[in-house]
T-cell receptor
Framework: ETGVTQSPTHLIKTRGQQVTLRCSSQSGHNTVSWYQQALGQGPQFIFQYYREEENGRGNFPPRFSGLQFPNYSSELNVNALELDDSALYLC????????????FGPGTRLTVL | DAKTTQPTSMDCAEGRAANLPCNHSTISGNEYVYWYRQIHSQGPQYIIHGLKNNETNEMASLIITEDRKSSTLILPHATLRDTAVYYCIVRVTDSWGKLQFGAGTQVVVTP
């Protein structure tokens, strides 16, 4: 059984560009949550997808968007990148939403220049 | 805002038990206490969670006070690989079940 995987590992973009990050959920998990972790801080919830629908959203602007596919893998898209978007982006999968344990992937380190 | 309070940092000697405290005085009756740890620049690793009763697994033990206002994570025999930031999280039981991370406790295990 494979765990949560994310790609790419590292990414460098310039301000104003767009980026897509990918996440493959753990086998059997239908819920994916995305988090942003700035340097020196704890992860902050961006949004969650359950069975291809956005199930909840944190305090992030609309230029942060996502998708979940029929195989429950997910994408995080960020438009009009800003310097403050530089962070570690984490996805976590769970059997379902609510109280099921979330298991995290290794993250994607995004640097915006 | 995070609903937990943890010490900023603590040291522990290798081979000794590490006791990590967490205060969650505003916890609701149906909210769980979760513990994760994060080794430098890696994804958070799930450790353990509980509601009312004490819990134990292969990684750690979780002791929750009877009034549920605080808890302690116990690593029974700390190793150098246990050096990490440990997060105590009260699980928000809304329809999303999002995790609200605070700053955590930086634990350094020394030889």
């Amino acid at each position: 059984e494979t765990g949560v995987t994310q790609s790419p590992t590292h990414l460098i973009k310039t301000r104003g560009q767009q980026v897509t990050l990918r996440c493959s959920s753990q086998s059997g998990h239908n819920t994916v949550s995305w988090y942003q972790q700035a340097l020196g801080q704890g992860p902050q919830f961006i949004f969650q997808y359950y069975r291809e629908e956005e199930n909840g959203r944190g305090n992030f602007p609309p230029r942060f968007s996502g998708l979940q596919f029929p195989n429950y893998s997910s994408e995080l898209n960020v438009n009009a990148l800003e310097l403050d978007d530089s962070a570690l982006y984490l996805c976590a999968s769970s059997l379902s939403f609510s109280t099921d344990t979330q298991y995290f992937g290794p993250g994607t380190r995004l640097t915006v220049l | 805002d995070a609903k937990t309070t943890q010490p900023t940092s603590m040291d522990c000697a290798e081979g000794r038990a590490a006791n990590l405290p967490c205060n969650h005085s505003t916890i609701s009756g149906n909210e769980y206490v979760y513990w994760y740890r994060q080794i430098h620049s890696q994804g958070p690793q799930y450790i353990i969670h509980g509601l009312k009763n004490n819990e134990t697994n292969e990684m750690a033990s979780l002791i929750i006070t009877e009034d549920r206002k605080s808890s302690t994570l116990i690593l029974p025999h700390a190793t150098l690989r246990d050096t990490a930031v440990y997060y105590c999280i009260v699980r928000v039981t809304d329809s999303w079940g999002k995790l609200q991370f605070g700053a955590g406790t930086q634990v350094v295990v020394t030889p």
